[in-house]
């Protein structure tokens, strides 16, 4: 037999950015418990609003599954004494497990008979045990918590209902002085107190009461109004999924209205508008088939079709005072010089333990200039990016970019060229943000990318120096999704300069700054490390099998880009018929090679086998190759190629004599060898069966 279970926690409004989140963790933890319970059931739905996190758990046991299981004690030798009677050993085993000394029985396990019980364990009641599902309750965390009223508990917000049902019986607990029942909460205007009558009511009695509890049906009644207002009026509405979800998670009856705005305020940069629409009132924006941005809005109002007019006109008064402001920022910044702003940025603390803005700017520049050096830009590109890390901040100090911060990068490049400075420095100022999230793209022009590798590394290596390294979940000024952006771009650019050089070029810049708090050799250490794990994340998402990861990081980093193709190589290869027994020979050789003390040039008089000869003409034409430019797949086969001279090799050489000199010739070799396998990869970290 089994039944429906009902959780509700009904809440005040929740912050929408973390419904999703929230809901998600709890259904992951009522899973989990009836897993641990050993108590069967179907499947589980989620619901989730602003006002209440749910879960239908479907046929559920009324019972814990029985549990039949076999425990294993001492070794028959430890549970009997010499005159075959049972020790203190074998009597505490039996009675730990429940059972007495006639209950044991002995079983050979590798060769050793150890002592046996078999035991019975009756499932118990579902319904006894469900008010344990509170912990799951109380237990659960949340970026951002409040305390209320004289409660010592912390929570997202004030919880004001609670429904658990089993069936239709409910099952009793109480948190915060909220006990549980089967009522829950309507809509805040629409709706009004409900009971539940049992599980299976509770998505229908809802709706009734003017709540979408799917969040998936709320949200794709949202973009369905969304496709009718476009259909209606033949314009283009982009959904941004971000904005989207978040709307969706702001209101618990959705219906789609649009409203307008002065034509005049087209005028200013679509960036402006946009962000005004998106960012500070969740409306999205309205474009034309040709993809102009059109003087009208869509929002989403948490209600039904009634007085849509004057919800429509209270949301253009909003919108009209945002844009007025827009205008009034975009206007002053007019008057604004370069020159003038860089010289606030002499006044204006980055960090109080790093310096100021005109401190990081100069680091910056110096940086990118040591990286177009390396990156052998032309002299026109040099130029370019020296001017755009000159001025790639300018624009923090402008009226817009105070008031929309998400702006930065953005206006920068609008003003640049209103200030009369070339399209591609302008375009450099942009970019040097990006990847400004994981959806976005890295940067595409040479000055814009190395502005972003640069000003990504200064502040690492900055922020790193004074000793706030991310830890845990903890990353409050987002360096890991930097160092990410600093890999993503040299793979995207194909760049083949050393990572460990870059680094130690910006640790340097910290050094001459003189606010670090770390060596630069603790400074080196925690900033590889941690740019290795990077690394691991990007190859992770790239489908790359986690032991040929560990086999290209175990050396060192160098080009990022040749990194990269290495380990796709070697994923590609791994399934290879003669990938193991070439992984295998090439493993061999690194390990023997490793019992060296001492190398010294290859001397082949001192070869007793044509076998060392083989091997030694091979190495030699592999290395000969590899001083020519190869690809990564030709690196491979050239690897490849030494598998059998090196089988050959072992066969008939043995490598460890007593004769010192011939010893350390034969290491000496292998040590070759080892040093142009593991320029490839550590191949000993590669799992082969």
Known sequence: MSKDLLIEIGLEEMPARFVTSSIEQFTARIQKWFIDQKIEIGEIHSYSTPRRLAVIVKEVSESQQDIQEEAKGPAKKIALDENGNWSKAAIGFSRGQGMSVDDIYFKEIGGVEYAHVEKFIKGGETRSLLPELKQIITGLTFPK???WANEDMKYIRPIKSLVAIYGSEIIPFTITNVATSNWTMGHRFLGEKVEISSPEEYVPTLLGQYVIADSEERKA???SQLKKIEEENDWVIPIDEDLLEEVNNLVEYPTALFGKFAEEFLELPEEVLITSMKEHQRYFPVKSSAGKLLPFFVTVRNGDHQHLETVAKGNEKVLKARLADAAFFYKEDQKLEIDKALEKFKTIVYHEEIGTLAEKVERVKQLANMLTFELNFSNEDKNITNRAAEISKFDLVTNMVYEFPELQGFMGEKYAIQKGEREEVAKAINEHYMPRNAEDD???SNAGAAL?????????ASTFAIGLIPSGSQDPYALRRQATGIVQTLINKNWHVELEKLILLAID????AQFSKLTSAELEKELIAFFKLRLKY???????RYDVIDAVLSQKIGSVAVLVRKAETLNDHKEDADFKDTIEALSRVINIAAKAEALVDVDSALFENEQE??????LTAVESALETEVTEEEYFQLLVSLKVPINNYFEHTMVMVENEKLRTNRLSL???????????ADVTEIIVK
């Open 670 to 680: 292998l040590a070759r060898v080892a040093n142009v396998i593991k320029g490839f």
């Open 145 to 147: 918590n409040m305390r």
């Open 613 to 618: 000869s083989e091997l030694n003409t091979a």
């Open 538 to 544: 990007v190859l992770q998402e790239r489908g790359i």
């Open 442 to 444: 890295t940067a595409r």
């Open 452 to 460: 972003a590798i640069v000003e990504k590394l200064d502040t690492i």
């Open 221 to 223: 009644a949202i973009v």
């Open 509 to 512: 810049s910290v050094e001459k």
